[in-house]
């Protein structure tokens, strides 16, 4: 229960006022180190407008950029984070992100081909108890509105490597979401961008949107 009424005082914190409409806002992630931090630059506004369109949501259309360290990190009920190389988490940037995490926040982790070795490094400075573990298919975040009974669908090929959605659960809340072989970000783009073809567009789209519902809901599931 008391997660329940963290979650939902929240997620009022994060309502914005934009032409009279309430407006959640969602934010990417920029972190140091060197990596692409700010990569896939269409992909959050072409999610958001298919969440609004399909989900029924109030995203505002562009996202903002949040650093770890900001104490803006609390005001944003999902934040999205990717790249293709380093991360390096200072230990005050680390306490930050799993204050956030833990009072009632969400990171989705999206590997964008070379985050992988970095992101999982960084993670043990923000829960050195807790492990990564890849989520059964039957987890609810694969069965939102669209149905993904394999779970994470494969976007675009590198290593030849299957899909995997990992997560970290806090005491008993997936508080992190970490999509990897799968290239997400890259599917939600412009589609001339990476040529994707708009079966594989429509289901990471389909994808982001049950991660964004579940974002939203898992405190009252």
């Known amino acids: 229960m008391r997660l329940i009424i963290i979650h939902l005082f929240l997620t009022l914190m994060f309502l ?21 931090w700010y990569a896939n630059k269409t992909a959050l506004p072409n999610l958001i ?12 259309a562009d996202e903002d950029i949040v650093e770890v360290g900001s104490r ?23 306490t930050n992100l ?3 995490l833990i009072s009632g926040g969400f ?12 992101i999982r490094l960084e993670l043990k400075k923000v829960f050195p108890e807790l492990e990564l ?3 059964p298919f039957d987890h609810p975040i694969y069965h939102q509105k669209f149905k993904f009974p394999k ?8 290593d030849g490597k299957p899909a995997q959605g990992f997560g970290i659960i806090h005491e008993g809340r997936l ?8 290239d997400l970000g890259n599917g939600w783009e412009d589609r001339r961008v990476h040529n994707t073809p708009e079966e594989k567009h429509r289901d990471a789209l389909r994808m982001g949107a049950n991660i964004i519902s579940y974002c939203f809901t898992s405190a009252l599931q």
């Open 175 to 182: 508080v992190l979401f970490y999509s990897y072989e799968c």
């Open 107 to 118: 990171l989705h982790i999206d590997d964008n081909y070379g985050l992988d070795q970095y």
């Open 16 to 36: 914005h006022s934009v032409q009279g409409q309430s407006m959640v806002k969602i934010a990417k992630l920029k972190y140091n180190g060197g990596g692409d």
């Open 151 to 158: 779970g994470l669908p494969k976007i675009h090929e590198h």
């Open 98 to 100: 799993r204050n956030y």
């Open 49 to 60: 407008k298919f969440c609004n369109q399909e989900l029924g949501t109030f995203i505002a």
């Open 133 to 135: 573990a890849e989520l």
């Open 72 to 94: 803006d990190l609390f005001l944003y009920p999902y934040i999205y984070m990717t790249g293709h190389g380093n991360v390096v988490f200072s230990e005050s940037e680390a």
